[in-house]
């Protein structure tokens, strides 16, 4: 796994503990994580894939209101690939940088 994806993880799940659960989970989806086209996502969780458009999911988790582990998954993907500025991150996944 892309040590930069876990480092991301132990960062995040100190910053915002009421996630460290869901992010514990997102953690091994990174794997299944395609970037479709800008701003789309599917997450492969073991055959059963999620398509994620940037803060949303269609997982039941989403739907009620959750920042669900599609979610987290694509989003430790996207934020451990190149330096991106902080703003634009917090803006699209309102998580901490
Ligand atoms: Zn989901």
Redesign the pocket.
């Known amino acids: 796994m892309n040590p930069r994806v876990q480092e991301l993880a132990a960062r995040w799940a100190l910053k915002s503990p009421e996630l460290a659960s869901r992010i514990a989970r997102a953690l091994p989806l990174t794997q299944g994580v395609t970037m479709l086209t800008a701003g789309f996502w599917a997450?492969n969780n073991g055959g059963d894939v999620?398509l994620?458009n940037m803060a949303s999911?269609?997982?039941?988790?989403?739907q009620s209101g959750h920042k669900?582990?599609?979610?987290l998954a694509v989003a430790l993907v996207f934020a451990s690939q190149e330096p991106k500025p902080r703003c634009m991150r917090r803006k699209i996944w309102h998580l901490p940088g």
């Open positions: 997450v999620c994620v999911c269609e997982c039941k988790d989403a669900c582990k599609h979610v």
